[in-house]
């Protein structure tokens, strides 16, 4: 009897608390509904530890008083002489102002990287002129050829009396924390610091989800120069999972206006996560700005709007009139994104999508390919790229508007990530990126209805089911 009440205790408690979280996708509610049910201390516990957005009260307070006290990029000296945008996207752009504040600002310019190690020399090069500060944040830095490349640059800097912050996720980059490179550079005089450090995983999971993580990578070297991508500070062969590289990634230099906007951003970062006050950066007045394109940086993560980052995607999807290029690593979409890819395909717009032939998450190949059928029946076009992981994030529409940055297409960017990204109009620089996602292609294969169709019940009943456990997170 005392153990039919607690089991009835537990399932409604744990009920009770799934129904009424907000930002919950119905689908999602339903799958943790049945779990409970099904396994009623297991799924409780599992609900406990990873079914919530939380980073822990007392974080979320730092982190959004960091990023809502900093003053505005737009606040410096000089602002006023940026360029105006044109207004033919203002729509796409206002979407990106509601996320994160930012405003779409001219005046800007930039390189596509040719590839992960002439993007780590460029890099090494800026670090090696700069003559103030260094600002580097990245999910993931290893101690290999690149990430120790990049280590002693910021060592030299350091040691020249340049201002060094170096900010990396305490989970993704474990291992530099771990050893002599990071103690390296503090020894050399850089500030190094860990962001949403894990400390005891058991007292951890009590106040926040271990696995929200800072995933987003930024460089600002001298208030005039910042990157943007999806490459982490490490080697293309990517050592931890040697068997699926190289990892192919796209990085951008840029220069204009835009940097002040990713230097908040890496101010709220750094403060956020225990650094020291670097508000005086962003009121120094503006360099004088040269024409340029339009940009502004988009920022997601536990503590800004909910589901942003899908909302930013499905806006830039039902904008497209001609064409679209997607290329992502994980795509697990939710109801919504799914339906608007099939939808642009449908009213005739040429969408391609690519994604890796062998991921080196197995449940999000899997997932991933239970959305294939649906997508191809709506004439979108799908690659997969077979010469490493494509761990390229990026987004080209209508020949005029890129997207680049850190935030894939799945779940764990969508709601549990920190991500920045940087909306791009301009033709030259759409036609450039456009040009580089054409290039993997030839080292594609197309996936044909037809082979989906064939697929068997086994490999349909795997996709489909592991697709199902994808709401719970």
Known sequence: MVFMAVHILVVAVAAAHILLRPHRQPESRAAWLVLVLTLPYLGALAYLLVGQTNVGRKRVERLRAAFLGLPRPQDAPGWHAVP?????????????????????????????????????????????????????????????????????????????????????????????????????????????????????PLLRALTGRIDLRNHRKIAVIDNRITYCGSQNCADPEFLPKRKFAPWVDVLMRFEGPVVRQNQHLFASDWMGNGGGDISDLLRRPMEAVKPGFTAQVIATGPTFRNSAMPEMFESLIYAAKRSLFITTPYYVPDAAMQAALCACANRGVDTTLVFPARNDDFAVAAASRSYYSDLLHAGVKIFEYEAGLLHAKTLTMDGEITLIGSANMDRRSFDLNYENNILVEDADLTATLRARQETYLTQCLRILPEEVGSWGIGRRLWNNALAIVGPLL
């Not at 989970?171 to 103690?183: A, N, Q, Y």
């Not at 500030?191 to 450090?197: K, P, Q």
Request: charged residues 25%; neutral net charge; aromatic residues 6%.
């Open 84 to 200: 105006r945008t044109p207004d033919r996207h203002e729509a796409l752009f206002a979407v990106g102002r509601s996320i994160s504040g930012y405003l779409p600002v001219g005046g800007n310019s930039a390189r596509l990287m040719e590839d992960s190690n002439a993007a780590i020399d460029a890099m090494v090069k800026d670090i090696d002129a700069a003559g103030d500060h260094v600002h580097l944040l990245f999910y993931i830095w290893l101690a290999d050829r690149n990430g120790t490349k990049v280590a002693e640059a910021v060592q030299r800097a350091a040691r020249r009396g340049v201002a060094c912050r170096v900010l990396v996720d305490d989970l993704g980059s474990r291992d530099l924390v771990r050893g002599p490179l990071w103690r390296d550079m503090a020894a050399a005089g850089a500030e190094v610091r860990r962001a949403l450090v894990i400390g005891n």
